[in-house]
């Protein structure tokens, strides 16, 4: 342990936050020539980015506030299997984020957030491919294609908004005739009907193992990882010291990628964002008694999902608004539990995994991906939501592009800090 006084490290960046978003971010920084330090109090990957369904959709644009989503939430809130939950204590601080999430509801609003979201996701097979090589691209990644079906009858909310956006983006979706969806996976419920197949998206198998490869080649090339959990970030001459538990460390630029936790690290320095955690649950079943789906499997009118990973089953989904303190609410993996049994009748649910993790998300279903207004050398790279695996790539080429004062490669108006 050294007990020297910090040094400036001349143009280091440093990124706070080894999550896929921050790894991505760290990895093209240093593939563009910065000399890049990867800060986490955690070893990387082990937030969000740790257990998410892990599906990579390209084609994802659609926001999660649609037109006519609001008039089903009081019935999913009293529903306790229904995919939607609030701690009460919480209902009065998550409100004025409720209600901006209804306004973001408003059809214009929901056109431009697709444009965006396209733009931001449209490349990630690409960028993935890039940032991974070819090798690490095929352990790691399936384009396979991913399947939604209804169970019973009963449309999704929002589906004819969903089918305009899917239309006004050129998203391929093609009828599945249930016996081909049968025969894909025969562990899905007899109820399972209505599906459609999206040859245009995939998954990872291990979103863990996808954020530690970055990592990975990012440490094999030089760059610095630190397990240490930043305090404070505090402007100094023309650059930041960054207070962790164990030390002090001086850099010119500073990337925030903290997911969830990020708006705590920028408030002291004048930012109030409405960024949210979106509680979500999985289980994940190692070794199951069914053969797993061959591609991820998503009810569009039910909250489950079922995603095939290395040896497993991870069924996934579920939002709650708890905040970031509250512990994990076995109620709602009970929930899950019960999905999946509804789901994958014969699955046996003897030996799983149960976990819950923070989704980053803004009220517009999109991130902020910006220079901070009021502070130079400080880039904002948090709020992916629902999408994170898909839109880390072009993130972090854009933080690459943010931080060298590029032309950015795509339009970055929509994920202004500014826009709230
Ligand atoms: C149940 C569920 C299913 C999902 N399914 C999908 C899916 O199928 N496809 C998809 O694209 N997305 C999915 N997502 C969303 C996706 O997981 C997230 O958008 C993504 O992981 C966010 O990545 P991140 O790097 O921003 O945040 P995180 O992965 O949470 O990483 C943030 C990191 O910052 C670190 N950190 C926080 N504070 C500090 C600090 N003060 N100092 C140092 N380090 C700090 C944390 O330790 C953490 O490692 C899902 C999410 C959930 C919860």
Not at 217 to 229: D, H
Not at 230 to 244: D, F, M, Q, S
Not at 351 to 361: E, F, N, V
Request: aromatic content about 6%; proline content about 10%; charged content about 20%.
């Amino acid at each position: 342990v050294s007990l020297a006084a910090p040094e400036i490290a001349g143009r280091a960046v440093a990124v706070i936050g080894a999550g896929i978003v921050g790894a991505c971010a760290a990895l093209s920084l240093q593939r563009a020539g910065q000399p890049v330090t990867l800060i986490d109090g955690q070893p990387p990957g082990s937030g969000a980015s740790f257990g998410n369904a892990g599906m990579i959709s390209p084609d994802f644009c659609v926001p999660m506030s649609v037109p006519g989503m609001l008039r089903k939430v009081p019935g999913w809130l009293l529903d306790p299997l229904g995919p939607l939950a609030i701690r009460p204590a919480y209902l009065p601080t998550v409100l004025p984020w409720l209600l901006r999430w209804a306004r973001a509801g408003r059809l214009d609003r929901v056109l431009a957030g697709s444009d965006a979201l396209r733009a931001l996701h449209g490349r990630a097979f690409d960028l993935y491919r890039e940032l991974l090589g070819p090798e690490h691209f095929a352990a790691l990644i399936r384009t396979t294609g991913q399947i939604y079906y209804r169970d019973g009858d009963e449309a999704p909310a929002g589906e004819p908004i969903r089918d305009a956006i899917w239309q006004r983006h050129g998203v391929v979706a093609e009828p599945l005739d249930v016996r081909e969806l049968r025969r894909l996976f025969p562990a899905l419920t007899p109820r399972a009907g209505h599906a459609i197949f999206r040859p245009h998206a995939g998954h990872t198998v291990n979103p863990q193992r996808l954020v530690q490869t970055l990592v990975e080649l990012f440490s094999l090339a030089g760059g610095v990882l630190r397990q240490e959990n930043v305090l404070k970030i505090l402007p100094e001459g023309t650059g930041y010291r960054l207070v962790t538990g164990i030390a002090n460390h001086l850099f010119e630029q500073v990337v925030v990628a903290a997911g969830a936790w990020s708006e705590r690290l920028v408030r002291p320095l004048g930012y109030r964002l409405p960024l949210e955690s979106e509680r979500g649950y999985h289980i994940t079943i190692a070794r199951p008694n069914v053969a797993p789906p061959p591609m991820p499997v998503l009810c569009s009118n039910r909250p489950a999902s079922a995603s095939p990973l290395d040896d497993a089953i991870r069924c996934a989904g579920s939002i709650e608004f708890a905040g970031l303190d509250a512990p994990m609410n076995e109620a709602r993996a009970k929930v899950m539990l019960e999905r999946t049994q509804a789901m994958l009748p014969q699955l046996k649910i003897e030996h799983y995994a149960m976990w819950m993790g923070h989704r980053p998300s803004f009220p517009d279903s999109l991130p902020v991906i910006a220079r901070a207004p009021k502070h130079p050398g400080l880039v904002f790279a948090f709020g992916n939501g629902h999408s994170g695996m898909t839109g880390a790539p072009m993130t972090g080429r854009l933080v690459a592009e943010l931080v060298a004062g590029r032309q950015p490669s795509i339009a970055l108006s929509p994920f202004s800090a500014t826009r709230f």
